[in-house]
């Protein structure tokens, strides 16, 4: 059964070398742990990394960027979930890459209307990130989060994790893409009611 977090909300079952070998390595700085980390997660990071650059060059290279990241973060922290932990910084590494490509075009894109629907249920209206990863309110996302049914869980994955379009969770879920729109609209308005419950908003 898949573990629910609240960076990755749901993580899959990935065989090879034990994660905490793999801290074990970079602890010791030693390269092997991000060649096992390669090895072992580089299929989902690249597959998170596509879905929200779209570009396989890019995403390469937000990977790498991530592996960098990790290298430089480990130690001195020691994940207690290293999948959740690796996917976030590919994430956030993908996403700098977009922001980035979309300050070159000077388009919207879906980066910026993903982080419009948060700003209104969280209370960072100028930092939705930052906020977003504070401990408090990451422990208390996990928890709605773990509540919810196996569907609507996996929308959240789809719209907030990968950053994916109304119109492609509709077609990759065969459902109306109305009915994606307001199940998202109503999981909002569920989650803000629940922060303001926790006296986060």
Request: aromatic letters at 6%.
């Amino acid at each position: 059964m898949p573990t629910v977090t609240v960076t990755g909300i749901l993580e899959s079952e990935v065989r090879g070398t034990e994660d905490r070998e793999i801290i074990a390595l970079l602890f010791d700085r030693d390269e092997r742990g991000i060649i096992e980390t390669a090895n072992k997660y580089g299929a989902v990071c690249m597959y998170t990394a596509m879905q929200i650059l779209h570009r396989r060059e890019d995403a390469e290279e937000s990977v790498n960027d991530a592996y960098l990241r990790l290298w430089h973060a480990v130690p001195p922290e020691k994940p207690e979930h290293y999948q959740g932990f690796l996917l976030t910084l590919v994430r956030r590494a993908a996403l700098d890459r977009a922001d980035f490509t979309r300050r070159k075009k000077r388009g919207s894109g879906e980066t910026a209307a993903v982080l419009d629907e948060l700003e209104s249920m969280l209370p960072a209206k100028d930092n939705v990130q930052q906020q977003a990863e504070q401990h408090e309110l990451d422990a208390a996302i996990r928890r709605f989060v773990a509540e919810l049914p196996e569907t609507q869980r996996r929308l959240l994955l789809k719209r907030y994790w990968y950053l994916q379009s109304s119109r492609e969770i509709a077609e990759e879920m065969q459902m109306p893409e109305g009915t994606v729109r307001v199940t998202l609209l109503r999981l909002r308005e569920k989650l803000r009611a629940f922060l303001e419950k926790e006296d986060l908003l």
